[in-house]
């Protein structure tokens, strides 16, 4: 009896000791990045970008897109004598739906409207601009010359193991998705045929359309996690313009010439920032790089204690419901007019 006592006290201790420890290791960590102009003697290979991280956070989509998904489905569809017509033009909503809308230019500032306060069981969450302690650190970088900033965020997370960790998606900058691929190959050129211009969206109930997705000009992720110490990895890639040289069949693929020139094309080029730092909570880092600087600080914050409270959770749910909400005609117009402003 005294021996069963015993181990279920210890159970209990153990179960409280991993609970507190869990509680413990929410940090907060603020990111200035910047991109630095100056010329520089490092030659780069003409790398493509590599393929985002699906384990990725995102926290940077929800402040600065619009998803029309809404708008979509308030469409009136096509009617049994829309198909016999020969223009198949009668806003299909399957056509149109799962819409998402960027600009073309991130901003320079990604933060909450409100102050927000961290809970138990909640994964990483962004900080408003007020929450935030680099004003004085951008003032004095923004006073050097040939630099041009990029990004700057703030979020609390509770940091993990290395398997564990889950990385932050980063992304700043420019939307080149109208002139290149996500490869870096241009996009400007295309090859008509029979089949490149036959309508296949006419047939929107059987078809997705196709949505491009933004190649931004940096983009990557940044890993935070806890072994022992703090360690930061940085993946990321800043993309820039470049002419490359190519053969003329490579760059026109359906060319029947036979004679292989070569030709300068215009090509998306890939820079790669790659590094993995130990780091002190605290402590401002610098990551440094020829094209590219970062400026990082992990800060020690007050552990939530408690989960989110059962009408903030309605209240988040409530909101999700209304964003996807079908739309009239009316709104439809006002949300072009939004993002004709944003573009």
Known sequence: MLRNFAISIAAITAMTVSINAQAKSWFEVEVFVFERQSNSLEQWQENTALPANRKNIDLITPMISNDITGVAL???????????SSEVDCQDPLVSANKTT????????????EPQVAYLEEGPLLLAESQSEFADIISTVRREKDVRSLLHLTWQQDMQSRNRAKPIRIFAGKDFSEQFDYAGHPVTEKVEDEFSTFDFYSFGSFVDEPQTKPVWELDGNINIYLSHYLFIETKLALRKPIQKQTNTNDYYQYSSDTNNEKVMSPFLQSIPMVQNRRVRSGEVHYFDHPNLGIIMQIRKMEQPTTTKPADLALEDDSQIELNTEPVTESMAAGTSSTQSQLN
């Open 74 to 84: 308030g469409l009136t569809g096509c009617t049994s004598s829309d198909w016999t």
């Open 102 to 113: 960027f600009p073309s230019q991130v901003p320079f500032s990604i933060a909450a409207e």
